[in-house]
T-cell receptor
Framework: GEDVEQSLFLSVREGDSSVINCTYT??????LYWYKQEPGAGLQLLTY?????DMKQDQRLTVLLNKKDKHLSLRIADTQTGDSAIYFC??????????FGGGTRLMVKP | DSGVTQTPKHLITATGQRVTLRCSPR?????VYWYQQSLDQGLQFLIQ???????AKGNILERFSAQQFPDLHSELNLSSLELGDSALYFC?????????????FGPGTRLLVL
């Protein structure tokens, strides 16, 4: 079955880069997504990448996809305290539903 | 603001009861998805509707049901509630439910079963 794994926690200093990693198992994944969830809030779409791409950059966000290793990463440049949140990686496989990882809690220290 | 609205924001009820959660998709979106976020199971897909018809089913319990109405809003009905049903329930919408489409999430309904 489909499975998406993420590390639980990441702590960085303000101004540093953050790299959040994700691995997935479904080789038929077409799109991979990154969502952000702030405390008490819903899921905010940050960015997504199509499976035939290796990289996508969107302002401070860079997504890298290694399809051979089924590894996805999200790099946040110049991380700010407002970036503190839980980040979810999700894949869209054969169906239309999204399969989510368990989320990575990013803590940004001033 | 994603444009997806959900009501109520919070719901507290007792075991054995039945509740209805409501979702209005973004203007023009035909497809609605329901997800459950709980501490032990994480974020799980429950069910998808497209233009009033059920399109895909995930890990949805038999005690749960959903429907999408002609005005495209959707309701998720949870019955015979158990303590373990306490969770955040999200609705998402997309234009036509196709594989290439992004799903936009509402703010969620937090359900607490006592």
């Amino acid at each position: 079955g489909e499975d998406v794994e993420q590390s639980l926690f990441l702590s960085v200093r303000e101004g540093d880069s953050s790299v959040i990693n994700c691995t997935y198992t479904d080789s038929s994944s077409t799109y991979l997504y990154w969502y952000k969830q702030e405390p008490g809030a819903g899921l905010q779409l940050l960015t997504y990448i199509f499976s035939n791409m290796d990289m996508k950059q969107d302002q401070r966000l860079t997504v890298l996809l290694n399809k051979k290793d089924k590894h996805l990463s999200l790099r946040i440049a110049d991380t700010q305290t407002g970036d503190s949140a839980i980040y979810f990686c999700a894949e869209r496989g054969a169906g239309n539903m999204l399969t989510f990882g368990g989320g990575t809690r990013l803590m940004v220290k001033p | 603001d994603s444009g997806v609205t959900q009501t109520p924001k919070h719901l507290i009820t007792a075991t054995g009861q039945r509740v209805t959660l409501r979702c209005s998709p973004r203007s023009g979106d035909l497809s609605v998805y329901w997800y459950q976020q709980s501490l032990d199971q994480g974020l799980q897909f429950l069910i998808q509707y497209y233009n009033g018809e059920e399109r895909a089913k995930g890990n949805i319990l038999e005690r749960f049901s959903a429907q999408q109405f002609p005005d495209l809003h959707s309701e998720l009905n949870l019955s015979s509630l158990e303590l373990g049903d306490s969770a955040l329930y999200f609705c998402a919408s997309s234009a036509a439910g196709g594989r290439a489409e992004t799903q936009y999430f509402g703010p969620g309904t937090r359900l607490l079963v006592l």
